[in-house]
């Protein structure tokens, strides 16, 4: 199974900062990675597939970089409706895998 | 509008069977290469993909589960079941369905809103 590696686990970020985060595959997935957010007790919200192509309706300070091992997504300008859990997904293989979770906290 | 809305037990006691229901509208799982998943997600913890199902019939299965996944479909109904054999109390989770983005993606662009199943004697 393909591993996903994201980074970092946790963070502390004011509104209006640049935030970024990061995972890594252990093999090469092309462009086939998404990224979710999750607000506690909700379902996901899918904000970014095909690595970088952004998912409607989703803001446009969200952005998604990156292909073949190296994603990045970037929330350009932190609103306090953006402090969640982002998880990123590889689907260029099965099973199917997702990221350990990255927690977006209030500093 | 697209909704998903899964139903199914609460609790199910250790070795019993899972039988979870994923009721869809505002798409049609006999439309060419929709396709629908389950992914779960233990308290606290990250998320599983488990399993997704075609309309053309085709399934896939977590590696770690396949033996004890089933997953089908009833168009008419609009519905995709999954079940689980012999539960175990580390697989309390929640349970979503979520419809897959397209036939070229398997991003998941709308989800139900997840049931709780606990294992538990």
């Known amino acids: 199974a393909i591993r996903i590696t994201q980074s970092p686990s946790s963070l502390s970020a004011s509104t209006g900062d640049r935030v970024t985060i990061t995972c890594r595959a252990s093999?090469?997935?092309?462009?086939?990675l998404a990224w979710y957010q999750q607000k506690p007790g909700k379902a996901p919200k899918l904000l970014i597939y095909?690595?970088?192509t952004l998912q409607s309706g989703v803001p446009s300070r969200f952005s998604g970089s990156g292909s073949g091992t190296d994603f990045t997504l970037t929330i350009s300008c932190l609103q306090s409706e953006d402090f969640a859990t982002y998880y990123c997904?590889?689907?260029?293989?099965?099973?199917?895998?997702f990221g350990q979770g990255t927690k977006v906290e209030i500093k | 509008q697209v909704t998903l809305k899964e139903s199914g037990p609460v609790l199910v006691k250790p070795t019993e069977t899972l039988t979870l229901t994923c009721t869809v509208s505002g798409f049609s799982l006999s439309n060419a290469r929709m396709g629908v998943s389950w992914i779960r997600q233990p308290p606290g913890k990250a998320l599983e993909w488990l399993a997704h199902i075609f309309s053309n019939d085709e399934k896939s299965y977590s590696t770690s589960l396949k033996s004890r996944l089933t997953i089908s479909k009833d168009t008419s109904k609009s519905q995709v079941v999954l079940t689980m054999t012999n539960m175990d109390p580390v697989d309390t989770a929640t349970y979503y369905c979520?419809?897959?983005?397209?036939?070229?993606?398997?991003?998941?662009?709308?989800w139900g809103q997840g049931t709780l199943v606990t294992v538990s004697s």
């Open positions: 095909a690595a970088s």
């Open positions: 979520a419809r897959i983005l397209s036939d070229r993606d398997y991003s998941n662009d709308y």
């Open positions: 093999q090469g997935i092309s462009s086939y």
């Open positions: 997904q590889q689907y260029y293989s099965y099973p199917l895998t």
